[in-house]
C-alpha cells in the first residue's frame, strides 16, 4: 500500500511539474486563455523602471515582461500581486529606503505583497538584519522571501506570475490534500459541539507529550479551556496519565510567558 501511495504522489508531481512547464511555455509564447479586461493587462510580468540595470531581469527567461512607469512596486506579478526588491548590501547603506518604498505601497491594491530580499553581501550578512526585515514585514503585512542569487530571484518572481490565477490546493502534497479533504468532510457529519471538541484537541495536543487521550482526560476532569487555564500543576500531575513531565509541558503552555525578538 505504501508503495502505491509513494507511486501516486511521484505521478501527482510530476503531473505538477508539466503543468507548470506548461504554463511557462504560454507565457514566453504570449497566450492568454482569458479574454475579460482585468486580466488582460496581467499577461506579461510588469516591472518598474526603477529596475532598469538591475541584473536580475536578465534571468527572468520563462515568462514575458515589460516596464511599466506608472507601478509603486517593483514588480507586478498579478492583479493583486506586487513584490518589492531588495538588495541586502545597499540595504546597509541606505536602511531608509525600504521604509520609503513600504510607504508607497499604501496607495496600490495589492493583498498579496511581498519583500524579495537578495542576501548579495556574502557571508557578512548579521542576522541581525534579517531580524529587523522579518519585523518590519509582519508590521506592514508584507511577505518576507530571502535569496541567494539572482537566479532564485527571479524563479520566485516567475513563480508568482506564473501561478497569479491558480488555486492554493495546486501547491499542497498528496498526503496534506487527502488530510484537508477528511477533516472537511468529518466536520460536514459532526454537531458543533462535536466540532468544538474536535477543534480543542487540535490545539491542546501540540503541547508536548500531550495526547488526543489525555485532552480527553483533562476536558473531562475541568470541563472547560479556561477552568484548565486556571488549574494548578500539582492538579494536571493527579491526573490519570499525567506526570510531572506531562503536567509541566500543559502548565506552562497556559502560564508562560511568550518568547518575543
Known amino acids: 500500500d505504501n508503495d502505491e501511495d509513494d507511486d501516486e ?22 497566450k492568454n486563455n482569458h479574454n475579460n479586461n482585468n486580466n488582460a493587462c496581467h499577461t506579461q510580468l510588469e516591472v518598474s523602471k526603477r529596475q532598469k540595470g538591475n541584473h536580475l531581469l536578465r534571468y527572468i527567461n520563462n515568462v514575458s515582461w515589460q516596464f511599466n512607469d506608472s507601478i509603486v512596486s517593483d514588480y507586478v506579478m498579478g492583479p493583486k500581486i506586487g513584490a518589492l526588491y531588495l538588495s541586502l548590501r545597499y540595504h546597509k547603506m541606505n536602511h531608509a529606503y525600504i521604509h520609503g518604498r513600504i510607504s508607497q505601497l499604501r496607495n496600490a491594491s495589492h493583498t498579496c505583497r511581498v519583500l524579495l530580499v537578495h542576501i548579495d553581501d556574502g557571508d557578512n550578512y548579521n542576522d541581525d538584519i534579517l531580524i529587523e526585515l522579518n519585523k518590519i514585514c509582519c508590521i506592514n503585512r508584507l511577505i518576507l522571501i530571502c535569496a ?22 495546486c501547491l499542497m502534497s498528496s498526503s496534506y490534500k487527502q488530510y484537508v479533504n477528511s477533516k472537511r468532510n468529518k466536520q460536514n457529519e459532526l454537531s ?15 503541547v508536548k507529550t500531550i495526547s ?10 475541568f470541563g472547560t479551556i479556561s477552568a484548565l487555564s486556571n ?6 500531575t493527579a491526573l ?13 503552555a497556559f502560564n508562560k510567558p511568550f518568547k518575543t525578538l
Open 9 to 30: 504522489e511521484e505521478e501527482e508531481d510530476e503531473d505538477q511539474i508539466r503543468e507548470f512547464q506548461a504554463l511557462h511555455m504560454q507565457m514566453r509564447n504570449g
Open 148 to 169: 541567494w542569487s539572482y537566479m532564485e530571484c527571479a524563479r520566485y518572481i516567475e513563480s508568482y506570475h506564473v501561478y497569479r490565477n491558480r488555486d492554493p490546493d
Open 192 to 206: 458543533e459541539k462535536e466540532i468544538k471538541r474536535e477543534d480543542i484537541v487540535d490545539v491542546l495536543s501540540q
Open 212 to 221: 488526543a487521550a489525555n485532552v480527553s482526560t483533562v476536558m473531562s476532569e
Open 231 to 236: 488549574c494548578s500543576k500539582e492538579q494536571l
Open 240 to 252: 490519570p496519565g499525567f506526570g510531572n513531565k506531562k503536567a509541566k509541558y500543559l502548565f506552562n
